[in-house]
């Protein structure tokens, strides 16, 4: 897996994207953990997922269509700049009525993200040999959750002891690193069908991109695969997200630093599997290691809605992390190499449309039925959902090889 930051463009792609997960995930606690001292509140912590995965729904597929036709390198250097100001907005929300503050920074935050990453895993393709991407999307996805390890339980510790400025800070200051490092990105050969887009364009031309995306997307079978089950896994991501600060800090009654702790937990074994993700690929193929994934991690959060405790957390997110983070790089890169190179940016945008749409509703849902109904119940219908999405793409990739 090493050998893949041989290339240097991937190399900085990977530096870029370790600055700006440690912000994510330092962020994503502070905010959880501002938003339910600010109210206490399920719903308002949905209203937070919500503002989160609106641009997703809204932006998906146009973000796709951007990355395929605007130069990548510079439009990943915009957006890394872009998010830094957003994020630096947040110095402004200190204040009891400041929730329309903390909804609009993450809103416009996850705008500038919906259009960074269908970019960014394109120019991760086309940075690398097709026989390198698995070991590339392995070491990205282990570089992200080496942050997890540390960022969420720092996010936490910094607002409980620090208080929610200086963690916005500490926020910013990764993002700028980010910035800086993307700012050093070479030219990567792209593969795409139109030449880079002018103002002068015609609208219909990036429509018909648009919508030949959708057909290539539907022309494969295993893209639908994946798409059938990363809409379901946003479902209950969308469920868990909206009710996890409730359930830490409401049911469980931890600490801050004790739900940053949790939420970490789930990174140490992601990165401890992330090496020999190539080498299960190659062995097992994509079927069964994506469809176990996914059955097991819905296992585990059955485990915690059932007995829900500080440790019993900590031991389902940690034994989470391996089979998930299998079953999340292996679709993801059968996603990018299962249509042509030309639309893998619409590709991504279009699957990351509608899981946020996915996401989007759940989160609204899970919000309210948690304030009536509890969190438990919602858990636990999160964890359902997650084990049917391992066996309907099992059922859905078998069809395929039949097929085939």
């Known amino acids: 897996m090493l050998l893949v930051f041989r290339h240097r463009a991937f190399a900085l792609l990977f530096a870029g994207n370790l600055a700006a997960a440690f912000a994510g995930w330092t962020l994503g606690i502070a905010l959880s953990v501002h938003v339910f001292i600010l109210t206490g509140s399920a719903t308002a912590a949905g209203g937070l997922m919500i503002a989160n995965s609106l641009p997703a729904a809204l932006f998906g597929t146009l973000a796709g269509v951007a990355g395929d036709r605007i130069d990548r390198r510079r439009l990943l250097r915009w957006i890394s700049v872009i998010r830094v100001a957003v994020v630096a907005l947040l110095w402004t929300a200190e204040g ?16 500038a993200q919906q259009f960074f990453t269908p970019a960014e895993q394109a120019t991760i393709a086309d940075a690398v040999p097709p026989a390198d991407l698995i070991a590339a999307n392995a070491a990205n996805s282990a570089g992200t959750n080496a942050t997890r390890i540390a960022a969420p339980a720092l996010g936490g510790l910094l607002i409980g002891l620090l208080g929610f400025t200086l963690t916005v800070t500490v926020v910013v200051g990764c993002l700028g690193l980010a910035a800086v490092l993307l700012g050093f990105l070479p030219p990567v050969a792209e593969v795409r069908r139109n030449s880079p887009l002018s103002m002068d364009d015609p609208t219909p031309s990036a429509f018909q991109d648009w919508v030949d995306g959708l057909r290539e997307l539907r022309k494969s079978r295993p893209a639908r695969a994946v798409l059938a089950l990363q809409a379901f896994d946003a479902i209950k991501e969308g469920a868990l997200s909206t009710v996890y600060p409730v359930l830490m800090l409401g049911v469980i009654l931890a ?16 990165v401890l599997v992330a090496p020999l993700i190539p080498a299960v690929v190659r062995k097992r193929g994509y079927t069964a290691p994506i469809a176990i994934g996914a059955v097991a991690s819905g296992i585990g959060l059955a485990l915690l809605a059932i007995w829900p405790s500080v440790e019993v957390a900590c031991a389902t997110f940690l034994l989470a992390g391996a089979p998930f983070t299998i079953s999340w790089v292996a679709s993801n890169t059968l996603l990018v190499t299962s249509v042509p190179a030309e639309h893998r940016a619409r590709a991504v945008g279009t699957t990351g449309n509608v899981y946020a749409a996915a996401m989007l509703s759940s989160a609204g849902v899970s919000g309210v039925l948690a304030d009536a109904i509890g969190v438990l119940p919602v858990l636990a219908t999160a964890a359902t959902v997650q084990t049917v999405a391992g066996g309907l793409f099992l059922v859905m990739s078998r069809r395929t090889s039949e097929n085939a």
């Open 96 to 111: 009891p009525n400041s929730l329309w503050v903390l909804y609009a920074v993450t809103f416009l935050q996850a705008t």
């Open 255 to 270: 600490s801050p630093s004790q739900m940053g702790l949790v939420n970490s937990s789930f990174a140490v074994t992601a």
